[in-house]
């Protein structure tokens, strides 16, 4: 699934949020969305099959992933443990021309990193920038911004980034847009019945071609990716309301009980009275 996440990562003064995810976590399986936030990805354990725009590649522990701002970017993890630390980088300005310059050919996409990383140096200075976060020790926000700074130092000492950016004309860019109108339009009617064709024609479509269309762009079928969001959607509500199961299912799209649990049970490997009872305890 893919939508637009318009929430705020962290607060005004400080926007640096960071994810910590396993198997139990709502978001375990990344939906497919974007945001003008720029976002690093570390997996620990297992691995990540992510796609950023219309690429994929798997993602193993000790690499980084930095994820441009406004990508597309969804992911399926296998056994997996991985954090997320997304920021606004227009935070980092400092008043110096020279540092801000390059801060700005990112923040207006004239500029973007390169997106998977192995090299250690870099991914060592990510490590410590996640675990200041983590840890938030005395003074985390000196270190926290301190090291966004060192790392930005240090893609840019060496080089891991391109002015060579497609133009938004070119048929990638304009696929990218156009399932970016299908992601929204599911993320603000997936609470209704949704037909592919409804789908379809959010995104100016036949239906026949935009199947296909998704299925390239995803990695998913249109009714997987929507099962997939809901799902997110009702995890999220067992954790964070006392509505029941059912009221759930409805309340996330879901017009049977039992397709719900059955789909929830396939995604989240445990029916959602469990999933409920075991994260609570």
Excluded at 113 to 128: G, H, S
Excluded at 200 to 213: E, G, K, P, V, W
Excluded at 247 to 270: M, P, R, V, W
Aim: hydrophobic share 35%; with cysteine.
């Amino acid at each position: 699934m893919s939508y637009n996440e318009l929430k705020q990562h962290g607060t005004e003064d400080f926007p640096f949020e960071l994810y910590e995810i396993d198997e139990n976590h709502p978001k375990y399986e990344m939906a497919f969305h974007w945001h003008s936030a720029m976002e690093l990805v570390i997996v620990y354990s297992g691995k990540l099959d992510l796609t950023l725009n219309n690429r994929q590649f798997t993602v193993y522990p000790d690499e980084l992933v930095v994820v441009n701002s406004e990508f597309i970017h969804g992911g399926t993890p296998t056994d997996c443990k991985y954090e997320c630390l997304v920021f606004n980088i227009s935070f980092l300005k400092t008043g110096n021309h020279s540092c801000d310059s390059f801060i700005d050919d990112l923040i207006n996409r004239h500029c973007i990193f390169k997106e998977k990383i192995k090299e250690k140096t870099i991914v060592d200075t990510a490590k410590r920038l996640f675990s200041a976060l983590r840890e938030r020790d005395d003074g985390f926000k000196f270190m926290v911004i301190g090291l966004a700074h060192e790392l930005i130092g240090t893609l840019y000492e060496k080089k891991n980034y391109t002015y060579d950016v497609v133009d938004l004309t070119g048929k990638d860019d304009k696929n990218v847009l156009k399932l970016k109108k299908v992601l929204a339009f599911i993320r603000e009617n997936f609470d209704r019945e949704i037909t592919i064709d409804d789908m379809a024609r959010s995104a100016d479509l036949s239906t026949n071609y935009f199947c296909s269309f998704f299925k390239e762009m995803t990695d998913k079928t249109p009714i997987a990716y929507l099962n997939v969001y809901r799902i997110e959607r009702a995890a999220r509500k067992l954790l964070g309301t006392d509505m029941t199961v059912t009221q759930i299912a409805y309340s996330c799209g879901f017009n049977d009980l039992s397709y719900f649990i059955k789909t929830f049970k396939e995604i989240k490997n445990t029916t959602p009275s469990k999933y409920r009872r075991n994260i609570s305890s």
